[in-house]
């Protein structure tokens, strides 16, 4: 008898957190505003997913050693605009094996880098990333390592380690689409619609 109720309890209590947590709103998102920014590599923002656009040279106005190491070990894709955009939802569209490892930066006030978020073995040709806390900035970024070690599926490694020198052609990365969204208020559920 007590195993019975304690079994039906157990499921209304489970019934009704499903309820609670299938009640939350999901993210209310604007238009893609990664559209109007400047780039170096037009066809990475283009909203257009058959066109793929590439990483460039990191150009570092300081010539300070940890700037050559980073413009040395790293490429990047700059979205920038004139006015600050905020920013809460990121997508990033790229074919399988081409952004394994990257970082989201966005210029702070100071023009300093910040990271929001660091990918390791992402596999997927479509990463979305939704921040806890939007941003506001004039200027985003993804960061590419020019080489790292894939994992493949199965645990294998593939090393895409090169010799010193100059870049070669696979260390520019091809990325189809980079979309940022802002969160849209959610109308009220009581709220009457407009007429």
Known sequence: MRIGLFAIIFCCILGFSGCILASNPSLNLSENI?????????????????????TTTI??????????QES?????AV???????TIQHIVIKAKEGQLEVFELQY???????????????????EYKHTLGKPIV???FRLKVPRR?????????????????GAPSAAEYRKIQE????????????DASPMQ
């Not at 909203?47 to 590439?54: F, K, L, P, S, V």
């Not at 979205?79 to 955009?85: A, F, H, K, M, V």
């Not at 940022?180 to 009220?188: I, K, N, S, V």
Request: aromatic share 8%; charged share 30%.
């Open 59 to 68: 150009r570092e106005d300081a010539t300070d050693i940890a700037s050559q």
């Open 34 to 54: 990664a559209i109007t920014a400047a780039s170096n590599s037009p066809r990475i923002h283009d909203d257009n997913i058959y066109t793929e656009g590439e």
């Open 79 to 85: 979205l920038s605009w004139n006015i600050p955009q």
């Open 107 to 125: 210029m702070d006030d100071d023009g300093e880098w910040v990271t929001v978020k660091e990918v390791r073995d992402n596999l997927r040709s």
């Open 137 to 139: 900035t004039k200027t």
């Open 148 to 164: 790292w070690d894939s994992r493949r599926v199965g645990g294998q490694s593939r090393s895409k380690r090169a010799e010193g």
């Open 72 to 76: 040395d070990n790293f490429t990047e």
């Open 178 to 189: 980079i979309e940022l969204y802002y969160a849209l208020p959610t109308p009220a559920a």
